[in-house]
């Protein structure tokens, strides 16, 4: 070998290990950085005319375990959904109460029964007929406030949906753009490495969203699918989506009137189709919205029709003459085809409010009756309290529908909320654990700061060797020219 053939040999080993110790400091210093990939050193034994010619970099290699990043992905995708869901079920189940919970639905039932029960000891002390309207009062408050959460809560699911929808408009713009570039730069020979970690950590963010998979293309591209197939970006444009918020939501709105769903490039998604952009948060706040919310919205309605029912009997109250009772459909009798809202319009006959122009005492002597009559009268009192406590059909609910008391109504669907939010958290704890193990998983196949030191260490044997070569054709160089 010539002397000459040494040096270059020499050299290119001290190019390499000069290379790798670039990337080793690289690594140990992003060890903790999110969307950064282990660099490795591509290298290859070089030829020169037949003969070994010391070593060639062939480039930089991002260290990715593409199948646990997918994972992790839909793992992700999968904990927002639950997290979503847990966090709505929760905020209502705060509103409406556990059964037994202070100022929840069943303890202001409770508490309205206790106000009857007391009035109907005394009938003629107004001040227990007052503590009866204020019961009532704050019976029709509780179904207010939880219609009023409810509808909030479909409200804020609609502006996260919008908000949502852009965020992902933006990180696959983001996404095709950092595709040019580094297409632009890999057709150069230069080094991309930087540009796919921004890209990694942008469409990690946007994966929570939906769930996406990832696909490689020719030039270090990249395309994006959602679980269901549909493709979101293959190419230099992504598909963009689109969304129409609402700025109020009422319990008679529904999709389509006028609820929005997600459009494609202009072309709005049946409910059918809305399947291809399931699995993520995205999906998480349409549930709230057209789901979770509207049914536990119709079972508060039947339960306040069922109140309203109740107390509107004529065999409760005879003078009422085909009116409401105590409670009202903001001022007129519900039907079950006029059911959906009342939860949130359910008011008190102004006939037994002196707020609103009524007198106290047709509590207890009838809402239609004509006259005061007998200080005594318990006959309303009683059957009010009665009817509560009587095992009947559901109002506006099937003939054959399960006989029971308003308070068992009540509490049945007070335990079955909780139940669905139990199961939500239990979802959600079962998601995180599957989330945190792909990411412990990923951690032990990313930055190891024991290995990058022991590269180190034999990159610095390798320099040394190397620089040893150099030192010895030096010497005998010096020794030719001495001759």
């Keep these: 070998m010539s002397i000459t053939r040494a040096l270059s040999n020499a050299m290119s080993g001290l190019t390499a290990t000069a290379r790798g110790t670039?990337?080793?400091?690289?690594?140990?210093?992003?060890?903790?950085?999110?969307?950064?990939?282990?660099?490795?050193?591509?290298?290859?034994?070089?030829?020169?005319?037949?003969?070994?010619?010391?070593?060639?970099?062939?480039?930089?290699?991002?260290?990715?375990?593409?199948?646990?990043?997918?994972?992790?992905?839909?793992?992700?995708a999968a904990q927002g959904e639950a997290a979503t869901r847990a966090a709505f079920l929760s905020s209502i189940e705060t509103v409406i109460g556990m059964p037994g919970q202070a100022g929840g639905l069943a303890a202001r039932l409770t508490g309205f029964q206790s106000a009857l029960a007391s009035a109907a000891a005394r009938p003629d002390d107004d001040l227990r007929l007052q503590q009866v309207l204020r019961a009532a009062t704050d019976l029709t408050r509780g179904f207010t406030t939880a219609t009023d959460a409810l509808q909030s809560a479909r409200a804020e699911a609609d502006r996260s949906i919008a908000t949502e929808i852009a965020a992902l408009n933006d990180g696959l713009e983001q996404v095709a753009n950092l595709n040019r570039r580094i297409s632009a730069l890999e057709a150069t020979g230069q080094d991309a490495a930087s540009l796919m970690d921004e890209r990694q950590r942008i469409v990690d963010r946007i994966s929570t969203i939906v769930p996406l998979k990832e696909v490689a293309r020719d030039g270090g591209k990249i395309a994006l699918f959602t679980q269901e197939g549909l493709a979101l970006l293959d190419g230099t444009r992504p598909l963009q989506l689109g969304f129409s918020h609402a700025p109020v939501i009422d319990a008679h709105m529904?999709?389509?009137?006028?609820?929005?769903?997600?459009?494609?490039?202009?072309?709005?998604?049946?409910?059918?189709?809305?399947?291809?952009?399931?699995?993520?948060?995205?999906?998480?706040?349409?549930?709230?919205?057209?789901?979770?919310?509207?049914?536990?919205q119709r079972d508060l309605d039947?339960?306040?029709?069922?109140?309203?029912?109740?107390?509107?009997?004529?065999?409760v109250d005879p003078t009422l003459a085909g009116g409401p009772g105590l409670f009202t459909d903001a001022g007129g009798l519900a039907t079950a085809a006029s059911a959906t809202g009342l939860a949130g319009r359910i008011a008190i006959n102004a006939a037994a409010d002196p707020a609103q122009g009524g007198s106290l005492w047709q509590l207890r002597a009838g809402l239609g009756a004509p006259a005061a009559g007998p200080v005594s009268e318990t006959a309303r009192l009683n059957a009010m309290a009665a009817a509560l406590d009587a095992v009947r059909?559901?109002?506006?609910?099937?003939?054959?529908?399960?006989?029971?008391?308003?308070?068992?109504?009540?509490?049945?669907?007070?335990a079955a909320l909780t139940t669905r939010r139990v199961g939500s958290e239990a979802d959600l704890a079962a998601r995180n654990a599957r989330l945190n193990t792909i990411s412990e998983r990923m951690l032990t196949g990313g930055v190891d700061s024991d290995a990058e030191m022991q590269k180190l260490l034999q990159y610095e044997q390798a320099y040394a060797a190397n620089a040893r070569v150099i030192r010895a054709l030096d010497d005998m160089i010096n020794q030719l020219l001495r001759i």
Excluded: C, K, W
Excluded at 302 to 315: G, I, K, T, V
């Design 22 to 76: 670039e990337l080793v400091s690289a690594n140990i210093a992003n060890v903790m950085t999110p969307g950064y990939a282990r660099r490795e050193l591509a290298i290859s034994p070089q030829s020169m005319g037949g003969n070994l010619g010391g070593v060639r970099i062939d480039g930089v290699v991002r260290a990715v375990n593409l199948s646990m990043l997918s994972e992790s992905r839909l793992a992700s």
């Design 254 to 296: 529904t999709v389509g009137s006028p609820l929005s769903l997600v459009s494609v490039d202009g072309t709005a998604l049946d409910p059918g189709q809305m399947r291809l952009l399931a699995g993520g948060s995205l999906s998480g706040h349409f549930a709230i919205r057209d789901e979770l919310a509207p049914a536990l």
């Design 302 to 315: 039947l339960l306040a029709l069922d109140l309203q029912a109740r107390l509107s009997d004529p065999a």
């Design 393 to 414: 059909p559901p109002a506006g609910g099937p003939p054959g529908g399960a006989r029971a008391s308003l308070p068992e109504r009540l509490a049945e669907f007070g």
